[in-house]
């Protein structure tokens, strides 16, 4: 068994959650994978619009009228990701993030699908049906995230996306961070919590400790926090 | 299009091909097919000073986005503007019409530190 991190923070909203993940990035130790869950600020409602991120390449135009094609221009600010993909309504999803060795320079796909089979198979030991959706990317990107499923992410047997996710690579390093919405399996967000930390530790082999993060990367979060994740100068770069 | 064996190389992928004292820098055929579908690239200005090592550009392929490191230090003194529009060239010619940037004010002997193709080569068998 190696040893893992189980990153314990209380609620942030989306600048911090961003800051922090890319802090865990740069700050964790060789060798060590880390999970976090995601505690979100202000969550009242489970169904509560809780924040909107958006891949590294976005554009904040198409970004903007996303959110407001779809919460008439109520919502929070959209926060840039590290990470690509598309945008996330972080409203009542699961949300989580892992820090894993990556490395060798590797197909991205492969390693989407590994993070993916590894809650397939913690759903799996809880008795919950899942699968890696497995048909052709279609034309082009998707902007939003759970438009609809794309090749190895995680489905409902009814072919209902459950969890999407984007990925950065840096120093030998991984960031994967994924939104999985539980209602699709018909589970709340605990049982989601505990499938994908059961998967992690079958999959990675390891023993997840509990551990709040240490001064080194919160400091570095903060840093992140209020000269790249809160400023327009990132979030409106391009 | 440089010849790969008029090239030096960084363990981090990219190569550098270094004439009349600029160094123009992309990422080695290797890394393109490793990150596969390449969608954007972020490049740095021209007038960004860097040093070895330190990330500079960023690729995205699908759902996936990597660092990209200056091999050498140096000041960007051009990025490729054809980026933007087909960052798909990356893919298609990587060490040609794809490259990434131009860094001038480089140190001839950082560049003979790095790797030759050959040395490249055996690199990528060790390394996997």
């Known amino acids: 068994m190696r040893r893992g991190l189980l990153v314990e923070h209380g609620p942030l909203d989306a600048a911090g959650h961003m800051a922090l993940d890319e802090a865990l990035l740069d700050s964790s130790p060789e060798g060590v994978p880390v999970l976090r869950f995601y505690d979100w600020a ?48 972080h409203d009542g999803d699961m949300t989580f993030s892992f820090v894993f060795p990556w490395p060798t320079l590797s197909d991205p796909s492969l390693v989407y699908k590994d993070i993916h089979l590894a809650a397939h198979l913690g759903f799996k030991a809880l008795g919950v049906e899942t699968g890696l959706w497995s048909r052709p990317r279609p034309a082009g990107l998707q902007a939003e995230c759970f438009t609809g499923p794309e090749p190895k992410d995680l489905v409902s047997p009814a072919g209902a996306k459950v969890l999407g996710g984007a990925l950065r690579r840096r120093r030998g390093r991984g960031l994967y961070q994924g939104s999985l919405r539980p209602e699709a399996l018909g589970v709340d967000a605990r049982k989601a919590r505990r499938a994908v930390a059961e998967g992690m530790a079958l999959s990675w082999k390891a023993l997840f400790e509990p551990l709040a993060p240490g001064p080194e990367a919160l400091e570095r979060a903060e840093v992140l926090r209020r000269e790249r994740y809160e400023t327009d100068r990132w979030n409106r770069r391009r | 299009m440089p010849d790969p064996k008029d090239c030096r190389f960084a363990k981090t992928h990219e190569w550098v091909f270094l004439k009349d004292g600029v160094a123009v820098v ?47 230090a140096g000041e960007v003194s051009e990025a490729n503007p054809a980026l933007a529009a087909d960052p798909a060239i990356v893919n298609q010619s990587p060490m040609d019409k794809g490259w990434f940037f131009k860094l001038k004010d480089v140190d001839a002997a950082q ?7 050959a040395e490249y080569e055996e690199f990528l068998k060790t390394a996997h």
């Open chain 2, 26 to 72: 992309g990422v080695s055929d290797h890394a393109q097919h490793e990150i596969s579908d390449v969608v954007f690239v972020d490049v740095p200005k021209a007038g960004r000073k860097a040093a070895q090592g330190e990330a500079v550009a960023v690729v995205e392929s699908v759902k996936a986005a990597f660092d990209i490191y200056a091999p050498v």
């Open chain 1, 42 to 89: 202000g969550a009242g409602a489970s169904d509560a619009l809780r924040g909107v991120t958006f891949g590294v390449s976005q554009g904040i135009e198409g970004v903007e009228a996303a959110v407001r094609a779809r919460f008439g221009g109520v919502a929070a600010a959209p926060v840039r990701r590290a990470t690509g993909g598309g945008i996330v309504f």
């Open chain 2, 111 to 117: 560049v003979a530190g790095l790797m030759s193709f």
